[in-house]
């Protein structure tokens, strides 16, 4: 039994040597309970190394399981990835996940930070910093109009142009948004599942029918509230759907993590630990059987299968389909794989060689925030880390639904050459008062790369068409046998990590038969009870720490899970290693030009200073 924190990260760590300090501020390591008797402890395959994923494996950990995850791709994460131009600071951009909403729908994911801070070396810490919703100078450039100093929320149709709205509609886009839907607003911040209830009456109708049949908005009416509040056609998908989305946006205080949100899908994998992880490894076979859930998976080292006592697969429900090789489940469950929605994403980043942005602007200089237009590039968002820091920094582009499937048949330079000329519309020709120059944004570019996340199997994010939540949110998220069920698309919080990570707590308490499983949850008070979603019980807890039964005991854990590996090419070391627990493979190999995770292509601009 090691003795201190640091002899107990040393003794845990990874076959592969990860650098192990000791945890912060510690001296004595708690003792650790009892492991469940083997008798009780389950051996766990999870399919996908999302947060879904991750969350689940550290939950079961928790409760004294074992665990194996089974990521196709060469990291974990998913859809929360920073891509990173360079190692210095700020030279970044959010390729999926970038803000978090501080409500109380989002405590359960401050609680995973919190969690994983208190867990984690500092040289792994997961920090919060502010990120800016809107800031004084964002732009609203829609119908060749801009109006300094309207706020994109307070526009009326008349300050745009906007033709054929009747006089009693010429309100702001968001009083117009709020005489809608506030009723139900009211009823989810009252009650969640009974406003759910009121909501699910309405599932059927698209939420532009329901604005022009319930409503009475005049279709112009409409298109100005989605041309100003959102992106195009989001209004066809359903009432839940959109009513959800602004129950989210509606919140004050938002943050982000300081360099990278990728930070914490990476410190969750090693609190998992490496040696639980099967990086590289697409999954093709999923099978029911009486030796267990048997997982097949393939990559260019090889083909592995193992047997499991339950499995969760903590996928995107384009990934599930197209795994072919598995028992065909109820008709519902089939039809809700095939059907349930989702919806293109697109973000390009570009790195200027300034923050010009910070210091001009047409309505003013943006410190964080973001501009929105009616050009291709529809949202400009300005980084809320390292605001007012010296030298480069990265601008994002943002487009969803239509507006991102149009950038899709464009080539890589195409499409950088296109938000470039849109960018140029908003900045070139302001004189920088830090050079006195005027601003050419194509001079100022050194280098840009884009996410389209279509392009992976996620295919985007979930936004169910009318009549999805009732018809194909339930039986999607029922457990089959011994297989269960995660991933964003399975709450009621799409396109949130706070969904794909309550819908791993909603299906591990399935699985552990407990209702009353407590998430992860450092126990500090540090984010307030109020804010807490209302889980009964508590983190058990020994010395003032929470208790972490399983990750640790990852010899335990390789042995038990039974497996076979098919080298792709023949097996040189004798039977050793073949069939072998201890040979269990960390690196399937899918990593390289993968067909799963976003196609992100990174070009240099002409005036690059640097070559890396
Ligand atoms: C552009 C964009 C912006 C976003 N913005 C925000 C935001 O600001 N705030 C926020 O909270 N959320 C945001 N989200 C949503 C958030 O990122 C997701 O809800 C969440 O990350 C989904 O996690 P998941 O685990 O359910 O799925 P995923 O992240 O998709 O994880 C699934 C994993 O399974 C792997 N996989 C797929 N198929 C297989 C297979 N056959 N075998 C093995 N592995 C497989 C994938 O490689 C992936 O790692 C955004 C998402 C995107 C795309």
Redesign the pocket.
């Known amino acids: 039994m090691p003795s201190t924190p640091g002899d107990h990260w040393r003794e845990m760590s990874n076959p592969q040597g990860r650098p192990t300090p000791p945890l912060e501020g510690l001296t004595q390591w708690p003792a650790k309970p009892d492991p469940l008797p083997a008798s009780q402890q389950l051996n766990i395959g999870i ?7 991750l969350y689940a494996a550290l939950l079961l950990q928790r409760e004294g399981h074992l665990v194996r995850i ?4 060469d990291r ?5 990835y920073t891509h990173y131009f360079t190692q210095e600071e700020n030279q970044y951009f959010e ?6 909403p501080d409500s109380k729908f989002h405590a359960i ?1 401050f609680d995973l930070i919190d969690y994983v801070q208190s867990l984690v070396p500092t040289d792994r810490a997961v920090d919060l910093i502010p990120y800016h919703l809107n800031s004084a100078g964002n732009d609203l450039f829609i119908n060749g109009q801009r109006k300094p100093g309207v706020s994109v929320s307070s526009t009326t149709p008349a300050q745009l142009d906007w033709p054929d709205i009747p006089e009693k509609f010429n309100k702001s886009a968001s009083t117009l948004l709020t005489d809608a839907i506030s009723l139900f607003i009211d009823a989810l911040e009252n009650d969640f599942a009974k406003g759910i209830e009121q909501l699910l009456k309405f599932d059927n109708y698209s939420f532009r029918t329901y604005l022009m049949s319930v409503m009475e908005y005049p279709s112009s009416v409409v298109d100005f509230m989605e041309t100003v509040l959102s992106q195009t056609n989001q209004y066809a998908l359903s009432v839940p759907e959109l009513v959800l989305e602004s129950v989210d946006f509606s919140t004050k205080q938002w943050y982000t993590i300081d360099r990278g949100m990728s930070r914490l899908p990476n410190a969750m994998a090693y609190l998992v630990g490496y040696e639980c992880i099967t990086y590289g ?4 076979g999923i099978r029911d059987t009486a030796k267990g859930v048997e997982v097949k ?1 393939v990559g260019y080292n090889g083909a592995l299968s193992a047997h499991f006592d339950r499995v969760i697969v ?3 429900p384009a ?1 599930l389909k197209m ?1 072919a090789d598995r028992d065909r489940w109820p008709v519902d469950k089939e039809m809700a794989i095939r059907s349930m929605h989702f919806e293109a ?1 697109y ?1 390009m980043g570009l790195r200027f060689k300034t923050r010009f942005w910070e210091r001009v602007g047409q309505n003013g200089p943006s410190e964080g925030g973001q501009s929105t237009t009616d050009l291709p590039i529809r949202w400009l968002v300005f980084p809320s880390n390292g605001i007012d820091t010296e030298g480069p920094g990265v601008l994002l582009v943002y487009a969803w639904m239509t507006d991102a499937t149009t950038w899709l048949p464009l080539t890589p330079i195409e499409r950088r050459s296109l938000a470039l000329y849109c960018i140029a519309k908003l900045y070139d020709g302001l004189v920088d008062p830090e050079s006195g120059k005027s601003i050419k944004v194509n001079d100022l570019l050194i280098s840009s790369a884009d ?1 389209i ?1 279509s392009s992976s ?2 295919t ?2 979930a936004f169910l068409l009318p009549g999805q939540f009732k018809t194909r949110f339930e039986p999607a998220r029922r457990p089959e046998g011994n297989v269960y069920f ?4 399975l709450s009621y919080h799409h ?6 990570l309550q ?1 791993a707590l909603y299906t591990v308490s399935l699985m552990l038969d407990d209702d009353t499983l407590p998430p992860l949850n450092s126990g500090d008070g540090k984010y307030p009870e109020a804010n807490r979603l209302p889980w009964k019980g508590g983190l058990p807890r020994q010395g003032g720490l929470p208790v972490i039964l399983g990750p640790r005991d990852h010899m335990e854990a390789v042995p038990k899970i039974k497996f076979s590996f098919s080298p792709t090419f023949e097996w040189t070391g004798g039977d050793e290693g073949k069939d072998n627990e201890q040979a269990y493979p960390l690196d399937l190999g899918m990593g390289v030009a993968s067909a ?2 976003p196609q992100v292509m990174s070009l240099r601009g002409p005036q690059a200073m640097e070559r890396y």
């Open positions: 399919i996908g190394g999302g947060v879904a994923g089974f990521e196709g791709t974990v994460g998913g859809r929360v390729a999926g996940a970038m803000r978090i994911t490894a697409r999954v093709t998976a903590a996928i995107p990934a795994i994403v973000k996410a996340w199997t996620a985007g994010n995660a991933g964003e698309h396109t949130w990590i706070s969904g794909a819908s799963l995770g």
